[in-house]
């Protein structure tokens, strides 16, 4: 009897002792692909030349100097609904302002949650920018998704 409580507590010591496996989440991030019309009114990738594009609110750069792009990821913010990202080229300085919803995500209990968006609204003020098509509105960590086709003119 002695013997079969003492295997109990070993058992039972090892089990809370146990650690679950986790594999780090991918980072979610939102890709910007750059676009013009070509002459028979098809899109095509566009390389912005010489460009910076930052966080308006808090004031964070993501990229500094890009001699050339055809497309790049920023992140959004999980605690806000808002965020507004600056395009600034040469002397042109667009803004765009993506609308979305945080959502929780489980992953596992040991790695706990991990945060997705869905973009609802993209509003743009532009000295060079056409339109802003959301492309994919779920933002996970789906690997090679553009989200939003930003239209030069």
Do not use: W
Request: charged residues 20%.
């Amino acid at each position: 009897m002695r013997a079969l409580l003492f295997l109990s507590i070993i058992i039972l010591i090892g089990a809370c002792a146990k650690k679950e496996f986790c594999i780090t989440p991918s980072p979610v991030y939102t890709t910007l692909a750059f676009k013009t019309y070509n002459t028979k009114n098809v899109l095509v990738d566009t390389p912005l030349q010489n460009v910076d594009i930052y966080s308006i609110d808090p004031e964070v750069i993501f990229y500094e100097n890009l001699e050339s792009t055809i497309s790049e990821r920023v992140y959004l913010k999980r605690d806000i609904t808002k965020q507004e990202f600056v395009i600034f080229q040469g002397n042109r300085r667009d803004t765009i302002s993506v609308f979305y919803k945080p959502e929780l995500n489980f992953v596992s209990n040991g790695c706990g949650y991990q945060t997705f968006f869905t973009i609802e609204n993209v509003t743009f003020g532009s000295q060079s920018i056409d339109s802003v098509k959301i492309n994919n509105a779920l933002v996970n960590d789906a690997p090679k998704t553009y989200h939003l086709e930003v239209i030069y003119k």
